[in-house]
């Protein structure tokens, strides 16, 4: 029964340049394939040569992610950053990190002030794959009810099957009441979170896609954070159609200090 078993698992896998094994099948939940053209600032982040998280490029050197993906523990040398490919596990370029900022006031049970601020060592080339994209600014807030787009890479079938997904995937989802989306999921929303739902059935993201991009109106407006359940130690959950609201870290409610960081290392770089 051996070989049959490995034969099958040749056919579901393929391994990529991190030496991970990744699927052809899953998808972020409710997603479709896309190329990364159509987001050419989705990042893959991968610690010691494993995806931890996606992010968002904001400048030639800049990425943004959510701040529960690291631990105290972590250096940057443990990072690298893929940018410029749809496909996870090839292509593009493959990014070493100087250094990274998380919030330090980050609530990492219920994460508020989720956000963390990478920096490159060497400038991503910008072409039709990789972009840097315009973040919210301070204060912008968007309508309930409008359509917001997250990408990644995914996982599938819920915990006890975890595949990263091989092509680069979309989905829309749409902005929910603040009230309503405390209600549902029995805990605060604060000023720098804001809440995306389908509305209809479940879409969005598993509990291994921190720090997805969450545009609308081609600004950067939130990060993938957490849902209903969140427990930073537990990287295999995905939600189900109970878990209808979804809270991404907000750009434009922390959009004062992403700047401030940035300018912070800008100053100590050229010093």
């Not at 939600?239 to 290392?265: C, F, H, M």
Request: include cysteine.
């Amino acid at each position: 029964m051996l070989i049959p078993v490995l034969l099958f698992l040749q056919a579901q896998y393929w391994v990529g340049e991190a030496g991970v094994a990744l699927s052809k099948n899953a998808k972020i939940i409710g997603g479709h394939d896309i190329d990364i053209t159509e987001a050419p600032y989705t990042v893959a982040i991968f610690r010691k040569g494993h995806p931890l998280c996606w992010g968002a490029l904001i400048d030639k050197n800049i990425v943004l992610t959510a701040g529960s993906c690291f631990r105290k523990t972590d250096k940057a040398r443990f990072f690298k950053v893929r940018t410029g490919s749809t496909y996870i596990g090839e292509g593009g370029e493959y990014h070493n990190v100087s250094r990274y900022v998380a919030h330090p006031r980050i609530h990492k049970r219920r994460p508020d002030n989720d956000i963390a601020v990478m920096f490159l060592t060497k400038p991503v080339t910008f072409s039709d794959k990789a972009a840097a994209i315009p973040m919210k600014e301070k204060d912008d807030e968007i309508s309930v009810g409008e359509v917001t787009q997250v990408t990644g890479w995914g996982v599938s079938d819920g915990p006890k099957v975890f595949k990263h997904n091989f092509k680069l995937q979309s989905v829309s989802v749409k902005t929910v009441n603040e009230s309503v989306c405390a209600k549902q999921i029995k805990h605060k929303i604060t000023p720098r979170m804001m809440c995306a739902s389908a509305l209809e059935g479940f879409k969005g993201f598993c509990s291994t896609d921190y720090g997805a991009p969450l545009v609308h109106n081609g600004k950067l407006a939130g990060l993938a954070s957490w849902f209903n359940v969140f427990e930073p130690h537990i990287w295999r959950y995905c939600p189900n159609d109970e878990d209808v609201n979804q809270v991404y870290a907000k750009v434009s409610g922390l959009r004062t200090w992403i700047d401030e960081t940035i300018k912070e290392q800008t100053t100590y770089n050229n010093a």
